[in-house]
C-alpha cells in the first residue's frame, strides 16, 4: 500500500496515532518538543512510541525556541531528521546543522499571501519545505488555490488547510505541491483515539491495487 502524495502528521503525541499513521505509509511524523506545549513529547515518551515504529522520517517541532535551545533540546533525543520553526531568521542559524528543516507559515489574512510569496524564493534556495498553515477557522478559497500553485513554483510546499476527502486530489493537481500536512491529537482515552477526518483523507489517498 502507498499514499498518492507526499504526507505529514504534526503533533503527535501518543501511540495510537502514530501507529495508525505508520500503518498507513505517512512519509514524516512531527512531534512537539517544548515542554509549554499541550502536544509536548518527552524523550521517554519519544522513545517508546518510535520503538514501534519504521520506515518514516521525524520531524522535532518548535514555535518559540532559539535555536541554541532547540539543538540543546535535541541532545536528549535521538532519531530526529528535520526540524520544523515558525521563526525566519532560525532558518538561517539552524543550517549546516545536519537536519532538514521545515519553515511553518500561518496564513492569517490575505495580506499573509505577499509576504510568503516574496520569502518563498529564499527557502528554495536554503533547501527549506514550507508547512502551510492558517489561522482560526480560515478557509481555503478557490482563487487562492493559484497563490498556492505559485508558491508550490518556487518551493516545496505541504499544505495544511483547506482540504478534505472530497477535494484533495483535486487541490494536490492543480496546485502542485509536493504534498499535505495534518495534525495529530489526544487520546479519548488511553488507547482510543477518534480518527475520522484524519482517516477519512488518508484513505482517500491509498493508491489502489
Not at 526540524?83 to 542559524?93: A, C, D, N, T, Y
Request: negative net charge.
Amino acid at each position: 500500500m502507498a499514499l498518492k502524495t507526499f504526507v505529514k502528521i504534526s503533533n503527535v503525541n501518543n501511540l495510537s496515532d502514530a501507529r495508525y499513521c505508520a500503518g498507513m505509509y505517512v512519509n514524516l511524523m512531527g512531534f512537539s518538543l517544548e515542554e509549554n506545549s499541550e502536544y509536548y513529547v518527552s524523550p521517554t515518551a519519544f522513545k517508546e512510541i518510535t520503538d514501534w515504529l519504521s520506515g518514516l522520517k521525524y520531524v522535532a517541532e518548535f514555535r518559540i525556541s532559539h535555536p541554541d535551545q532547540i539543538l540543546e533540546t535535541l541532545q536528549q533525543y535521538e532519531g530526529f531528521d528535520y526540524i520544523q520553526v515558525k521563526e525566519k531568521f532560525h532558518l538561517q542559524l539552524l543550517r549546516n546543522t545536519g537536519y532538514g528543516l521545515i519553515y511553518n507559515y500561518t496564513i492569517q489574512e490575505d495580506g499573509n499571501w505577499e509576504d510568503i510569496l516574496s520569502f518563498s524564493k529564499s527557502l528554495a534556495t536554503q533547501q527549506v519545505m514550507l508547512n502551510l498553515e492558517a489561522g482560526g477557522s480560515r478557509q481555503l478559497h478557490k482563487e487562492e488555490w493559484n497563490h498556492i500553485k505559485e508558491l508550490s513554483e518556487s518551493c516545496d510546499v505541504l499544505l495544511g488547510f483547506g482540504f478534505d476527502e472530497n477535494n484533495v486530489e483535486e487541490i494536490l493537481n492543480y496546485t502542485g505541491v509536493r504534498g499535505i500536512s495534518m495534525k495529530g491529537g489526544h487520546e479519548i482515552s488511553p488507547g482510543i483515539k477518534d480518527f475520522d477526518e484524519l482517516a477519512d483523507i488518508l484513505e482517500a489517498l491509498e493508491v489502489e491495487d
